[in-house]
T-cell receptor, first 115, second 113 residues
């Protein structure tokens, strides 16, 4: 049973380009969460999605960032017109419909570098 | 708002016990977690504790929870050099049993041979 799969693991973008990060949840999991880890900091919640629905986007920057979790396929975190401050590790986590303490799993992360 | 605080750095000698401390502000937290992160790697769930428990032990790891003081600690017995990593405390806050977690800034554990 594969874990949470994120790709790409490492991505380099020039300022102004777009970055797309993908997350495939664990099999049987219908809830996806995105977190951002800036250098030397802890993880900060960005957005919580279920299939075709954004449940909580209270941690998402108001501009340039968007997320989706379509009926088919992985969840996508999209960053438009990237700036140097977007350089960070982006982690995806997933959980099943019925959440309990040990049923949230994190992916290995996607490291975005903006040059 | 909700907050989780940790000390930033801890250095111990191999074979000693390590104690990493964490405080949180949200009294409605249901679950509290400890994660380990090695350089350039993802998060590894070490252990978690349900808020109605005071203590949980799992091999070399002991978690103590003081709900009154909103204080959580992780004790690693017989610390090894392979335990060197960043340790994150996280709580589920008032998220209503979802995976929306609030993380501390991480404690870097350095284990000297």
């Amino acid at each position: 049973n594969a874990g949470v799969m994120q790709n790409p693991r490492h991505l380099v973008r020039r300022r102004g380009q777009e970055a797309r990060l993908r997350c495939s949840p664990m099999k049987g999991h219908s809830h996806v969460y995105w977190y951002r880890q800036l250098p030397e900091e802890g993880l900060k919640f960005m957005v919580y999605l279920q299939k075709e629905n954004i449940i909580d986007e209270s941690g998402m920057p108001k501009e340039r960032f968007s997320a989706e979790f379509p009926k088919e396929g992985p969840s996508i975190l999209r960053i438009q017109q990237v700036v140097r401050g977007d350089s960070a590790a982006y982690f995806c986590a997933s959980s099943p419909e019925s959440f309990s303490g040990n049923t949230i799993y994190f992916g290995e992360g996607s490291w975005l570098t903006v040059v | 708002g909700e907050d989780v605080e940790q000390s930033l750095f801890l250095s111990v000698r191999e074979g000693d016990s390590s104690v990493i401390n964490c405080t949180y502000t949200d009294s409605s937290s249901t679950y509290l977690y400890w994660y380990k992160q090695e350089p350039g790697a993802g998060l590894q769930l070490l252990t978690y504790i349900f808020s109605n428990m005071d203590m949980k032990q799992d091999q070399r790891l002991t978690v103590l929870l003081n709900k009154k003081d909103k204080h959580l600690s992780l004790r690693i017995a017989d610390t090894q050099t392979g335990d060197s990593a960043i340790y994150f405390c996280a709580d589920s806050g008032g998220s209503g049993n979802t995976g929306k977690l609030i993380f501390g800034q991480g404690t870097t554990l350095q284990v000297k041979p």
